[in-house]
């Protein structure tokens, strides 16, 4: 049975902006500790391999597991953070603005709205999915951890699991920085063994606050 543990990468060096695909940007301090304890408890899950997106955030999240694991570090480029356009560098806000009405029109059933030079929900599942499904096929019956990024993990849930649409974008809940879900494949469908947790040993760095920006946060 192949296990997947969908994550979010640690917490970025500047965690109160936007950043996008159109920014490379690092861990802060706190996002590399986070990624050393969850390297630390992922190790003995026994993961296979560990595969991230090949932004610097990502995959220096995704490095410490593996090493710690002993097992290879592979990209997939496909998996990178959703084009964001004018939003890149800017403030994050969840209380309105572009990326709240954003969502409100994809939980809508406008899942082909966008701005200029950001993607659409329709655009990033298109991407996305193929990503995904060629990592799942590469390592069939493997153990993998998968390192993304928060809209990136968002997009994937609400379309691989069957109790899940576009529409339930705030329902699903907040991906935290390195929240794990646990996905087995079944043969016909994923089904989720853990949702969105923050492994302890991460959480208790900040005594439980999950890191990142608002409840609705980009990634």
């Excluded at 296979?48 to 593996?66: W, Y």
């Excluded at 655009?123 to 390592?139: G, I, K, M």
Aim: hydrophobic fraction near 45%; include cysteine; charge should be neutral.
């Amino acid at each position: 049975m192949t296990t997947i543990w969908l994550t979010r990468h640690a917490e970025t060096a500047v965690p109160t902006v936007f950043h996008g695909a159109e920014s490379d940007i690092g861990l802060s301090a706190l996002g590399r500790r986070q990624a050393d304890r969850a390297a630390a408890w992922f190790r003995p899950f026994a993961p296979t391999a560990v595969v991230s997106s090949a932004m610097t955030r990502a995959r220096d999240t995704a490095a410490p597991i593996a090493a710690a694991a002993g097992v290879p570090h592979v990209i997939e480029p496909d998996l990178h953070e959703r084009r964001v356009g004018i939003l890149s560098g800017t403030a994050f806000s969840s209380a309105g603005g572009p990326w709240p009405d954003t969502i409100n029109r994809w939980t809508a059933g406008e899942t082909d709205f966008t701005m200029a030079g950001a993607e659409s929900f329709d655009q990033l599942r298109e991407r996305l999915v193929p990503a995904f499904c060629r990592v799942a096929e590469s390592f069939a019956g493997g153990r993998l951890v998968v390192v993304a990024h928060g809209v990136v993990c968002k997009v994937l849930l609400l379309t691989l699991l069957r109790e899940y649409t576009p529409a339930d974008w705030l329902r699903l809940g907040r991906v935290a920085n390195l929240s794990v879900t646990e996905l087995a494949w079944e043969g016909e469908n994923w089904r989720v063994r853990r949702l969105l947790e923050v492994p302890p040993p991460v959480a208790a760095l900040t005594d439980g606050t999950p890191t990142g920006v608002g409840e609705k946060s980009q990634g």
